[in-house]
């Protein structure tokens, strides 16, 4: 059963940087399509990119397109949300996801396993 934990949340102002990292410590998602989901109050939860198991293929959703950056290093087991240039708007509850698929996929239905979130809270 994969098990996987988000870390790197914070509270950053409007324009700063974070970068969220997602791992499991006792299992591999090298094999895994992984994603990284977002959730604001009140609102469901939404897609913001995802990356196939070996790096090749990427997808974003356009919200954050030129300001986020997906990754995985796959020797340390770690997928990573790099995120610059971050708005308010932005502030939401980050979940990893982790998907059989061969291609990354933006909907939640695709991803079996899920981590608890990390809060990225921008302030104006």
């Known amino acids: 059963q994969v098990q996987l934990v988000e870390s790197g949340g914070g509270l950053v102002q409007a324009g700063g940087s974070l970068k969220l990292s997602c791992t499991d410590s006792?299992?591999?998602?090298?094999?895994?399509?992984m994603g990284w989901f977002r959730q604001a109050p009140g609102k469901e939860r939404e897609f913001v990119a995802a990356i196939n198991w070996n790096g090749a293929i990427i997808d974003y959703a356009e919200s954050v397109k030129g300001r986020f950056t997906i990754s995985r290093d796959n020797a340390k087991n770690t997928m990573y949300l790099q995120m610059n240039s971050l708005k308010p708007d932005d502030t939401a509850v980050y979940y990893c996801?982790?998907?059989?698929?061969?291609?990354?996929?933006?909907?939640?239905?695709?991803?079996?396993?899920w981590g608890q979130g990390t809060q990225v809270t921008v302030s104006a």
């Open positions: 996801a982790a998907g059989r698929g061969g291609v990354p996929s933006l909907r939640k239905l695709d991803y079996g396993y």
């Open positions: 006792r299992r591999t998602i090298n094999i895994y399509t």
